[in-house]
């Protein structure tokens, strides 16, 4: 069974990444199913990070699919030219959006959703999963996350850099 995860959120951002990588890792050790490991770092993030939405988009012949997710309904599939998803897979690069309201093709799947990160899982040069975090704040997104997310997306995925 796994323990519960419970992060300080008295805390700075990154004081609280720093206490759940930690954290993530024991989830997923030894632990071969990708998707099962998927399903408990989405509930890691979006509980212990309080963000809206935590999910994966498996890419699959220029589409994107939902995979697994925490968080409200979500869109289902959609084209690689459309949304921050998209371009987060056509430019193979961590995308933040501090307004998607402002976002040219931005699909909005919630409208209670105001800023995004998105991040690739780029494996043989090619992206085969995204990592999408949604909030309801404006601008809550900057480099801190960017780089632990990075970090637990390289723990997931078994990638080394």
């Keep these: 069974m796994a323990e519960q995860i419970s992060i300080d959120r008295a805390l700075s951002k ?27 770092v989405c509930a890691a993030l979006k509980y212990n ?39 987060c897979v056509r430019r193979k690069e961590t995308i ?25 899982v780029l ?3 090619t992206v085969t999963w995204v990592l999408d975090i949604d909030s309801e704040h404006f601008d809550h997104f900057n480099q801190t996350d960017a780089q632990y997310l990075q970090q637990i997306v390289e723990l997931l995925f078994g990638l080394v850099r």
């Design 49 to 87: 990070m309080n963000f809206f939405w935590v999910g994966f988009y498996r890419v699959e012949h220029g589409e994107l699919i939902l995979s697994v997710f925490q968080g409200p309904p979500a869109c289902t599939r959609f084209s690689i030219q459309k949304g921050v998803c998209g371009a």
């Design 123 to 125: 494996q043989n040069g």
């Design 14 to 40: 990154e004081e609280q990444y720093i206490q759940l990588i930690p954290q993530i890792k024991a989830l997923i050790s030894g632990e071969p199913d990708l998707i099962a490991n998927m399903a408990n």
């Design 96 to 120: 933040i959006v501090p307004d998607v309201h402002t976002f040219e093709g931005h699909i909005a799947c919630s409208s209670e959703s105001n800023s995004e990160i998105v991040l690739p």
